[in-house]
Structures are given as structure tokens and as C-alpha cells.
């Protein structure tokens, strides 16, 4: 079936060093694409978005990558930082005909980023 | 602006119980959406609902789990009859619409569900 997977359980990085968290779907029909973050005890928090008409998209500290070819996303963090350390999900939004789509996410497992000191 | 309100936050109940789980969306927001996650793993889609209809409940069990959003007050999840292995995160997220600048879920902080 279809399913969004992440090559990383776990990521361990220095404070200060970029992060680079993978994210595999199979989705063809998927049109947009979100990373979240997710610290202990909490929900979901959007980190940021892309649309599949876009390549690449920047925010504070954060850059999405896409490569619909392999398909392929990717969450980049500049400077990690000791606040960045939670689980960190890419989803998927499955547009449907019938339903107008709305936020029906698809989650991947999820990767454990870390951050050293 | 509150964010989206979910109680209560921890839930326990005994086997053969009903639970109640309630989520208020944001303020101007008619999309509610149910997930539920297991420990160490993704969220996994439940049921969407718009104010006094279920737009997709795919993600459902068939059996025991039902889901409204009334015209007025809360969105609840209901699970009756509860077992061991329907503990687990419930989180309930919001959305004003539909459109293409209005994907954005918001997510509540969810209510951990644990059965006794």
C-alpha cells in the first residue's frame, strides 16, 4: 500500500552542526508535504510545508527539499540547537476527489533527532 | 487565540469502560481531524469531520469507535467497550478549510488513553 518511511530512526548531531532528516514516500498522487516536530508529551507541532510545484523551500533555520523523481523529502536544520532535540515526522496529504482532501495526513514513523552538547 | 483544546489530557480506564475524548478546534475553524498514535510510532488518520458531518472515516474501526463535531460544542471521540490495546495517544487537529491556503492543521496536545 502506500506509506511514507523514514530512513533514520535515530539522529545524533553536535550542537551548532547542520541536520539533515530523510523522508521516503510513494504516493505519486500526493501533493503537499509537511514536517512536523513532536517533543515528548506534546502534539504535533508544523515545522513547515511544500507543494509538490516546488522543489525547494526555506524558512527560519529550516529548508524542505523535495525530489518527486525518487521521491524524496528532506528536512534540513542549520545550527542545531538543544531545542531542536524531539521526533520529527514528514506527512503526506492525500488529496481525494471525494472528500476535497482537507488534512487526511499519511505520517511516517518518525526519526529521533538528538542534539549534543 | 487559543490553539486547539483537547480534554482530557490523561484518561484512564478499566476494560469494558467508555471513553470520552473531547477537542475544541481553533477559533474560525470548521475541520476537525482525529489521529491516533501509538508509543514510538507515526500518528495514523482516524476520521475527518466537518460541523454535523463525517467527511471520511476510513481510518475508523469498525466497531465500538464513533466520531461527531455537533453543530454546537466539541468534537468527540467515543470509544466503548475499551481494550488493553485501544491505549494509545489520541490527537485531534483543526483546520479552517479545505482550499489551498488553508491546508494547515493545527494539532491539540492530544489525551494519552490508557487501559486498565
Known amino acids: 500500500g502506500e506509506s511514507v518511511g523514514l530512513h533514520l530512526p535515530t539522529l545524533s548531531v553536535q550542537e551548532g552542526d547542520n541536520s539533515i532528516i530523510n523522508c521516503a514516500y510513494s504516493n505519486s498522487a500526493s501533493d503537499y508535504f509537511i514536517w512536523y516536530k513532536q517533543e515528548s508529551g506534546k502534539g504535533p507541532q508544523f515545522i513547515i510545508d511544500?507543494?509538490?510545484?516546488?522543489d525547494k523551500r526555506q524558512g527560519q533555520r529550516v529548508t524542505v527539499l523535495l525530489n518527486k523523481t525518487v521521491k524524496h523529502l528532506s528536512l534540513q536544520i542549520a545550527a542545531t540547537q538543544p531545542g531542536d532535540s524531539a521526533v520529527y515526522f514528514c506527512a503526506e496529504n492525500i488529496r481525494s476527489l471525494l472528500t476535497g482532501g482537507g488534512n487526511k495526513l499519511t505520517f511516517g514513523t518518525g526519526t529521533q533527532l538528538k542534539v549534543e552538547l | 487565540n487559543a490553539g486547539v483544546m483537547q480534554n482530557p489530557r490523561h484518561l484512564v480506564r478499566r476494560r469494558g469502560q467508555e471513553a470520552r475524548l473531547r477537542c475544541s478546534p481553533m477559533?474560525?475553524?470548521?475541520?476537525v481531524y482525529w489521529y491516533r498514535q501509538l508509543p514510538e510510532e507515526g500518528l495514523k488518520f482516524m476520521v475527518y469531520l466537518q460541523k454535523e458531518n463525517i467527511i471520511d472515516e476510513s481510518g475508523m474501526p469498525k466497531e465500538r469507535f464513533s466520531a461527531e463535531f455537533p453543530k454546537e460544542g466539541p468534537s468527540i471521540l467515543r470509544i466503548q467497550q475499551v481494550v488493553r490495546g485501544d491505549s494509545a495517544a489520541y490527537f485531534c487537529?483543526?483546520?479552517?478549510?479545505?482550499?489551498?491556503?488553508?491546508?494547515?492543521?493545527?494539532f491539540g496536545q492530544g489525551t494519552r488513553l490508557t487501559v486498565v
Open positions: 487537529a483543526s483546520s479552517q478549510g479545505t482550499g489551498d491556503m488553508n491546508t494547515e492543521a493545527f
Open positions: 477559533k474560525g475553524h470548521s475541520h
Open positions: 511544500i507543494r509538490s510545484n516546488m
